[in-house]
């Protein structure tokens, strides 16, 4: 053999080995993605198939435009709003399926499970649906990233506008879980700090039909505006049964999580001029239209912010996969918190060390029917509220991996 061959098979068997370093890097050259959403319950409407259907586009987009040379896989299932099935499914999906990242997670009580399970098999959790500030706070974690928005943003937003509109005494009515009561915690706090004042509240049980008795205590108590710290067909019902007891126009609601989906539903006769808080609306500009049509052509329905979080955070993560060449949770949560998150849903946004997104989020108020010129025109953008001043700041955070 020449020493001309010996050095070119040596070449050649140093090239083999650095590829299959490389695709080693990735386990099994696959990453796989778990969405762990409500297909069937209270918030399959926000959430849900088109929560599924996000994903896949974000896998699609990426794959078209980035060309990975690794596989990417997708698996979902029905958390049905529960804890125990969450977690059982997470854990089943991480051990056995060999799942990188457990995404969506609506629900509190889901996310919190989750992001339990996904620490202690040290997998990335990416939270859209969950709004509870506890998931940044207490119960944070560093391999867990809340991406939408939180009931910090929404008290921020939707109260504080309805407190300096007038509507200085409240009355709560609160899912009876994680969630309601952050939201009503976080609503409080904003509407007595711009000079209001809560006269009382009542819980529900999670998630309900009837509201006839909470909302008798509600009218009776006499507060100008009711606070609904609920969300999707509770807010929904809610809003509907005000109506049909005289409780509306004489007390005004303020729903403090609401969608484009529930006013699609309940129509704009009946949510005209309701303000309400959001991270994303499908009519913002060219490149959120352009986006929101292609959702549009498969779901038939314009997407929730939830929706459009769920596909900016999983197209972020897979381009960290991609940057650092690997599936390591620790290498890739590394990348995914020091690269900005620039997309249709998020302008120059930033994953904190608490694991919060921050980014701008919207006050809106929706339009009178005859304001509306075509399909879906729904909100009025009030104001675009800064990231920084949307979420809670650092120097208050609860959260054991902020160092003071």
């Not at 409500?38 to 198939?49: C, E, I, N, R, V």
């Not at 910090?152 to 609160?174: C, E, H, I, M, P």
């Not at 994680?178 to 004042?197: C, M, P, Q």
Request: net charge positive.
């Amino acid at each position: 053999m020449t020493r001309n061959t010996i050095v070119s098979a040596a070449c050649a068997a140093a090239l083999v080995a650095m590829s299959a370093s490389a695709h080693a890097q990735i386990s099994d050259n696959v990453v796989k993605i778990g969405v762990l959403t409500d297909m069937s319950g209270t918030y399959s409407d926000l959430t849900g198939a088109g929560a599924v259907l996000a994903t896949r586009m974000a896998i699609d987009d990426f794959i078209a435009k980035e060309k990975p040379s690794f596989k990417i896989e997708m698996v979902s299932s029905d958390h049905q709003n529960k804890g125990d099935i969450a977690a059982n499914k997470a854990r089943e999906w991480i051990e056995r399926d060999k799942v990188d990242t457990v995404t969506e997670l609506v629900t509190t009580s889901v996310a919190l499970a989750v992001m339990k399970i996904a620490k202690e098999k040290n997998r990335i959790a990416l939270i859209s649906g969950a709004a509870s500030t506890p998931i940044t706070n207490e119960q944070c974690n560093d391999i867990t990233v809340h991406w939408t928005y939180d009931t910090y943003a929404l008290a921020n937003g939707t109260a504080r506008a309805v407190t300096k509109q007038g509507g200085d005494s409240w009355f709560f009515l609160t899912a009876d879980y994680a969630f309601g009561h952050s939201l009503e915690k976080d609503s409080a706090n904003v509407v007595t700090a711009n000079g209001g004042k809560v006269v009382g509240s009542v819980r529900h049980p999670f998630p309900a039909s009837d509201f006839s008795s909470f909302l008798l205590k509600a009218q009776s108590s006499g507060a100008k505006v009711i606070g609904l710290a609920n969300a999707g067909a509770d807010t929904t019902n809610a809003i509907k049964q005000a109506a049909e007891f005289g409780i509306t126009p004489k007390q005004s609601l303020a729903g403090l999580l609401m969608f484009i989906t529930d006013v699609h539903s309940l129509g704009l006769k009946t949510t005209q001029s309701m303000y309400l808080t959001d991270s994303f609306y499908w009519d913002l500009n060219d490149e959120t239209r352009a986006w929101s049509k292609r959702f549009y052509d498969k779901q038939k329905k314009m997407p929730t912010g939830l929706q459009a979080g769920q596909y900016s955070s999983i197209y972020h993560y897979l381009k960290a996969v991609k940057a650092v060449n690997s599936d390591d949770t620790q290498k890739v949560m590394t990348q995914m918190k020091k690269t900005p998150v620039n997309d249709f849903f998020a302008k120059n946004g930033k994953i904190r060390d608490d694991g919060r997104m921050v980014h701008d989020m919207y006050l809106a108020q929706v339009k009178k029917p005859a304001d509306s010129k075509y399909p879906w025109d729904y909100y009025t953008i009030k104001a675009t509220i800064p990231g920084d001043e949307a979420f809670q700041s650092l120097k208050d955070s609860r959260c054991p991996l902020i160092k003071k």
